[in-house]
């Protein structure tokens, strides 16, 4: 990676307070740090409940941060709110997995759309539609699209419709929580393409939250292994999945499904082997 990657996160610690008297905290991250690089797509990966989402959140500055710091662009975002926090938003975006949950199911998608347009009002109405329509081209759905409502559309085209609105102000980091977990696999391809091109054209980084250890490879230059909110192990995806250094890292790719028999037959004899030798 060279020059200032647009995320520095340098020993996170995310420490919720506990129920009962004189309880500790109990901490969910613990001294995470990692970097995405301009235009880079990094994953972080882990069981459920290691802490994916919360490092997001956190980044997002929707999660309150108990230790280190957070860094946009050179520029520690760690405590900024309220307004500082709102004009980061040309820069910094989400994607969610469940995207009908994040549309607001009353407003036409038009309306969606130009909300993040008028942030900074200098564009003029006509401007915002030209816009508009130009975003729902590159998602792949069609201009009258705008004057639709979130519940008319599928699974799949009410993600294409969170990306159009994520992509709206050409922000320089995504972070996607999971953006495909909710569709088919073909749809789900068909997402992770638009997110493909869509980084080629704009120039946007991603840190990508999955689960899902079989897109990782195809879609992620680096991976991190998120496990209860410490980092176990980092590298090129490739390696990260074809030789597994950490024992939790084997197993969870060992627990990735595979569309091809013989192959889901042998890793499920890994599995046996690694669950023997960890027990
Ligand atoms: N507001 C909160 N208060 C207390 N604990 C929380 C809170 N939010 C999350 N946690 C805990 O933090 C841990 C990490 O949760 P997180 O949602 O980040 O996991 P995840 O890796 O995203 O899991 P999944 O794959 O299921 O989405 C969990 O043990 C969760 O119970
Ligand atoms: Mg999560």
Not at 78 to 105: E, K, M, V, W
Not at 172 to 187: G, H, M, R
Not at 252 to 263: E, F, I, Q, R, S
């Amino acid at each position: 990676m060279t020059g200032t990657p647009i995320l520095k996160v340098d020993g996170l610690a995310v420490r919720y307070p506990s129920r009962g008297f004189r309880k500790p905290p109990t901490t969910v991250i613990e001294d995470v740090s990692f970097e995405v690089g301009c235009a880079e797509t990094v994953a972080l990966v882990g069981e459920s409940g290691s802490g994916k989402t919360t490092i997001g959140r956190a980044v997002l500055g929707l999660t309150p941060v108990s230790g280190g710091r957070v860094l946009l662009d050179g520029r520690d975002v760690t405590r900024l709110t309220g307004r500082a926090r709102r004009l980061l938003s040309s820069d910094l975006q989400a994607i969610f997995q469940n995207p009908y949950g994040s549309l607001n199911p009353a407003l036409p998608v038009g309306r969606t759309l130009a909300e993040p347009l008028l942030v900074d009002s200098a564009r003029s109405r006509d401007e915002v539609r030209a816009h508009i329509a130009e975003l729902l081209r590159r998602v792949g759905l069609p201009e009258d699209a705008a004057d639709r409502y979130p519940p008319q559309f599928s699974g799949g085209q009410r993600q294409r419709i969170a990306i159009a609105r994520a992509v709206a102000r050409k922000p320089k980091l995504i972070i996607c929580d999971e953006p495909t977990s909710a569709l088919d696999v073909t749809t789900q391809a068909a997402a992770l393409n638009l997110l493909s091109e869509l980084q080629d054209t704009l120039g946007c980084a991603y840190l990508f939250i999955t689960h899902d250890l079989a897109v990782v490879k195809e879609f992620a230059a680096r991976t991190l292994v998120l496990q209860h909110g410490r980092i176990v192990e980092e590298g090129r995806s490739t390696d990260v999945c074809d030789r597994p250094q950490h024992a939790y890292t084997r197993r969870l790719v060992a627990a990735a499904p595979v569309p091809d028999p013989v192959l889901q037959r042998r890793r499920r004899q890994q599995r046996t082997d690694v669950e023997a030798a960890t027990a």
